[in-house]
């Protein structure tokens, strides 16, 4: 899994940082979240093709989170992206794109499959799921998890010691069912261990709530705006934002490992104060800057 971060700004585009945008490709999707102004072109910058992405994910629709939609799903229709793309967001979703498509002259309409969510489950395949939950802002606000399945890892030694045959038993032990040689149960803990799957949070556009904590619970990585330093945590409070320590203590308190910071207000040139005031209640935090990726 590797994660880019598209833009980092809160509001408006400064000029070091863009609004918010992230991608993340995993095997063969590239899951695009929220698409404010000029996404596409900083997806030029990081070297991704916008045919990579599959489906998008919309956390609200205040503009610094969607306004890039209009220009990027231009660009899908008018390349040769054949496929489908699926975009999730929240209830009220389906009325404004119909309303964005009837704004703007499109040539060729991508075929957009759009689901509206609010809580709980989102999708799943057989490698990952997604999940999502309402957070507190001043519009109706969801963020999204991204949960990888765990995997077992065989042992050929210990399939060897309880003598179960290379071949399709080994397969199902894989996948987690009992097998049974010679009359014998053998279950798949017996012959392999458990890897347990990734998981990143993605939390902006929010003040501390229950939402915000159940995704980033245990989160590998939970990427979480920081609008304010804690000096302003008046003014947090009252545009429904967090500051940097705030973000914090979600993070400590949801045992997350790795907390990177993002959606800084246009105040901060210089992103480390938000890192510095974050890292005195959650050590292992980092800001992020446009274009960073990082590796899972
Ligand atoms: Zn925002
Ligand atoms: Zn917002």
């Not at 980092?8 to 899951?31: C, D, H, Q, W």
């Not at 990888?148 to 042992?155: A, F, L």
């Not at 995704?215 to 804690?230: G, N, V």
């Amino acid at each position: 899994m590797e994660i880019t971060i598209l833009g980092t700004s809160a509001s408006t585009p400064t000029k070091e940082r863009n609004v918010s945008a992230i991608f993340m490709s995993y095997k063969a999707e590239g899951l695009l979240l929220d698409c404010g102004e000029g996404t596409q072109r900083q997806m030029k910058a990081a070297g991704i093709p916008l045919s990579k992405i599959t489906r998008i994910f919309i956390t609200h629709w205040h503009g610094d989170h969607v306004i890039g939609l209009p220009g990027l799903l231009q660009s899908l229709g008018l390349s040769n992206h054949m496929g489908s793309i699926d975009l999730y967001g929240p209830p009220g979703t389906k009325e404004r794109l119909a309303h964005m498509f009837e704004a703007f002259q499109f040539d060729r309409r991508l075929d957009l499959k759009v689901h509206e969510v609010k809580t709980g489950s989102v999708l799943e395949t057989n490698d990952f799921k997604i999940e999502c939950a309402s957070l507190r802002h001043r519009v109706m606000c969801i963020g999204y998890a991204f949960i990888e399945n765990e995997k077992r890892r065989i042992d050929m030694k210990l399939v060897k010691k309880h003598g179960v045959p290379v071949g399709p038993l080994v397969g199902k032990l894989q996948e987690g069912h009992v097998v049974t040689v010679d009359s014998k149960k053998i279950t798949p803990d017996m012959v392999s261990d458990v890897i347990p799957g990734k998981k990143v949070a993605y939390v902006t556009d929010t003040t501390q709530c229950a939402g915000a904590l159940k995704l980033a619970q245990d989160a590998d990585i939970l990427i979480c705006e920081s609008t304010y330093h804690s000096d302003l945590a008046d003014q947090a409070k009252e545009y429904t934002h967090l500051t940097a320590q705030e973000a914090a203590q979600i993070a400590s308190q949801a045992g997350a490992k790795k907390l990177i910071l993002t959606h800084f207000s246009a105040r901060y040139n210089d992103a480390s104060v938000l890192e510095q005031d974050a890292r005195t209640v959650f050590d292992n935090t980092e800001a992020a800057k446009d274009l960073m990726r990082i590796k899972l």
